[in-house]
């Protein structure tokens, strides 16, 4: 009998350590089936996309400055839970050479429901729509929220989370975007190249 029981606890603790593992699988876009297009070093890829702010924006609108691509989605606890601090960031860097722009990348979702949610957070700055994910596509983001960063050449330089937070509402205890930013306006290589971010899966089509 006990050691029916052991192996019935032991069944358990597998089943359990397997549905974690999908879990967190699940949660860096790992069954998405989309690769990762571009790597540290690489040139951005230019994109043209309409804004919350009504303008149309374009990479090159940005040479010389370093860019801070948010991929995110108000649909998505754990990108809405980095809102705050991303808009803490962007007031922090507002004097430098430092460009935030988010991209909503989502098949389903329109301009119009995107800038509603930008008005009523106060998202300090503009969210391009990415219609039909083409620009996801080509960048190879999985997830919301994922940050891509390109330093003042055009050069990717970190792609990942934002934070470490293991909970949506809860902030980290290392900013991987802060630490990218410092180095790079002090003229230093961004301390780590990516991380594994992870929140909600971007909703493509077909």
Known sequence: MRRF??????????????????????????FTGIDRTVAPGDPLPDFSMTGTDGETHDLADYEGQIIVL???????????????????????????DVVFLGIDSHYDVGLEEIQAYVEESGKPYPVLKDENHVYADLVGARI????????????????????NRIIPENTGSVNYLRETLD??????????????????TIKRSG
């Open 144 to 163: 919301t929220p994922e940050i891509l960063v390109a330093n003042a050449d055009g050069q990717l330089v970190y792609q990942g989370a934002f934070d």
């Open 183 to 200: 180095a790079l306006l002090a003229g230093e290589p961004a301390p780590r190249e990516s991380t594994s971010a992870w929140g909600c």
């Open 5 to 30: 029981i052991v192996t019935v606890c032991a069944a358990v603790v597998v089943l359990a350590a397997g549905a974690a593992g999908l879990g967190y699988l699940s949660l860096t876009g790992a």
């Open 70 to 96: 948010d991929f995110c989605s108000h649909l998505c606890p754990w990108s809405m839970g980095a809102d705050a601090q991303l808009a803490e960031l962007y007031e922090e860097y507002a004097g430098e």
